[in-house]
């Protein structure tokens, strides 16, 4: 009989005699109850040593449940940013409807316009689940990026640069300016030009409200500050994913700061 185990397979025949075949790790197979312990039919055969196999066994088992962790953290991070695109046309599609029902009863009320509103009211509660279902999902994959930005603007930057694994790889610097790539095109054309330019501050970031409640001449330091806390806290989300709460404190008292002086 032939069983997969995480370094090959093993086959038993006739009057118990074992062979050993080796293969690539696999972690997921689900062997029953094996006729023979696997590490002493594999010394000798696959392994050199009792440490050998140990060390090998250590070493694959981290390659595997990182591999599994990271297909997770895509899964997740990719179903933010649909949702953050459904949320987009759900918006898009409400702000229409209202234009257009609107421009309808300045002529006429009748039961279509009323028909109308109730389907409006229908996407805006949809809209709310979907909102609330963004946060959900952020501050599971996220905890750090959704103590700081709120799901749906760190889902936005999830958007933006492709996935946690990317943001995390990602300078504070260009952070800051995730979302205004075409102003600072347009900026560096001009500059090359001879002209002058406006060189933008902020990006994504400009929604939270952090930023842009501030006057304008302190935005650009709150965005510089929040892009490095942000840095940090797609990092730790990638490579441990556990909460670190001071970021989010740091980040509400440089904007208390900024807020008071």
């Known amino acids: 009989m032939r069983y997969r185990v995480w370094y090959g397979f093993v086959d038993v025949g006739d009057e118990g005699r074992i062979s050993v075949e080796k293969a690539d790790s696999d972690f997921e197979c689900e062997c029953p109850k094996l006729p023979f312990d696997l590490k002493d039919v594999a010394v000798g055969r696959v392994f050199r040593s009792e440490k050998d196999y140990y060390s090998t066994l250590r070493r694959e088992a981290i390659r595997h449940f990182r591999e599994k962790a990271e297909r997770e953290l895509r899964r997740e991070d990719r179903y933010a940013v649909m949702l953050l695109k459904l949320l987009d046309e759900l918006d898009e599609t409400i702000n229409l409807l209202e234009n257009k029902v609107e421009d309808v009863e300045e002529v006429r009320e009748s039961e279509i316009t009323e028909a109308v509103r109730e389907q409006l009211s229908s996407l ?63 900026a560096i054309a001009r500059m090359k030009k001879g002209k002058k330019a406006r060189v933008p501050k902020h990006g994504v970031i400009f929604q939270h409200p952090y930023v842009r409640t501030l006057p304008k001449k302190k935005r650009g330091k709150m965005a510089r500050f929040m892009a490095a806390k942000v840095a940090i806290a797609a990092r730790i989300d990638y490579f441990s994913g556990e909460l670190r709460e001071e970021l989010s404190q740091a980040v509400r008292r440089r904007y208390e700061e900024l807020r008071r002086n």
């Open 124 to 186: 805006k509660s949809l809209r709310r689940k979907v909102e609330k279902e963004i946060e959900d999902v952020v501050e599971k994959v996220a905890p750090n990026l959704h103590s700081i930005l709120g799901g749906v603007i760190a889902a936005r930057l999830l958007e933006k640069a492709g996935s946690l694994k990317r943001l995390a790889e990602i300078p504070a610097s260009t952070i800051q300016i995730i979302g205004a790539e075409k102003s600072l095109y347009k």
